[in-house]
């Protein structure tokens, strides 16, 4: 899962990187950077939510708990991510062509 992780934020970091040094972003740019980067960090939520929830039991006791509280954790992590991406983030602006 950590290598998923570092793949995901690795290729976002990399499709933002040339977006933040204009002004703005336009909406398909940041939703495609936005989206890159939330996956990387809905992995890390899954990845240690499944930890901390099979933490301490024998491997017969782990049961589908452990995979909703992933599941759950990748969920958190992805909307938080996309939550504070929109507010650091540069809003869009018109521009004119031509």
Do not use: C
Not at 32 to 52: F, M, N, P, Q
């Amino acid at each position: 899962m950590w290598a998923v992780a570092a793949a995901a934020l690795a290729i976002g970091g990399a499709t933002a990187r040339e977006f933040l040094t204009s002004d703005h972003w336009n909406q398909k740019e940041t939703g495609i950077a936005v989206s890159i980067l939330a996956v990387g960090y809905g992995v890390i939520g899954r990845a240690l939510a499944t930890i901390l929830s099979s933490a301490g039991l024998s491997p017969d006791d782990v049961s589908d708990a452990s995979v909703g509280a992933g599941l759950l954790g990748f969920l958190g992590f992805f909307v938080a991510a996309i939550l504070a991406y929109i507010k650091v983030l540069p809003r869009g602006k018109m521009e004119s062509l031509g």
